[in-house]
């Protein structure tokens, strides 16, 4: 198995972690935290399964931002930026959550699937992806992406 080792970092590098593989499936999320966290319109984000995330020993403040599904969003000591979210809702499945812009070798990246959270969306974006509204179906819509790609690998 080839052992690739991506590496992460957030805006003022103070932490540093690293991918095991390439992430699962990556999205734009227009859903309100996403935008209060990141401060702009939507959020990059990648998912990869929790295991293959080599964190570390870093200073990475965790917070629960919402429930059901709790999903805890770790924020640099530092720069205070969002560096890592990580949902532990599901029994034996670890998922983390990685804004694109803290993958410092983006040639792993697949393209993003689709627009999820869309009725939250503060500008119009004219591309080709196909855009979710509503809660539950952005929820279900981001659940079968990632079942799809897990079922595959
Ligand atoms: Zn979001
Ligand atoms: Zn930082």
Do not use: T
């Not at 917070?63 to 990580?86: E, H, M, T, W």
């Not at 812009?101 to 974006?125: A, V």
């Not at 004219?126 to 897990?150: M, N």
């Amino acid at each position: 198995m080839q052992n690739i080792n991506i590496l992460c970092e957030c805006p003022c590098g103070a932490i540093k972690f690293y991918l095991k593989k390439p992430p699962l499936i990556r999205f734009h999320c227009h859903c309100k935290i996403c935008q209060k966290l990141y401060n702009s319109a939507y959020n990059d984000v990648v998912v990869i399964q929790s295991k293959n995330v080599l964190l570390g020993q870093n200073e990475v403040e965790f917070n629960k931002y919402r429930r059901p599904p709790a999903l805890d969003r770790g924020i640099c000591v530092q720069c205070k930026s969002p560096v890592i979210g990580f949902l532990r809702g599901i029994p034996g499945l670890g998922l983390a959550f990685i804004n694109v812009n803290n993958i410092q070798d983006k040639s792993s990246l697949e393209g993003p699937l689709g627009h999820i959270f869309y009725h939250r969306k503060k500008e119009h974006i004219v591309d080709e992806l196909p855009k979710f509204k509503g809660y539950w179906k952005s929820q279900i819509k981001l659940c079968h992406w990632i079942i799809i790609k897990l079922l595959a690998s």
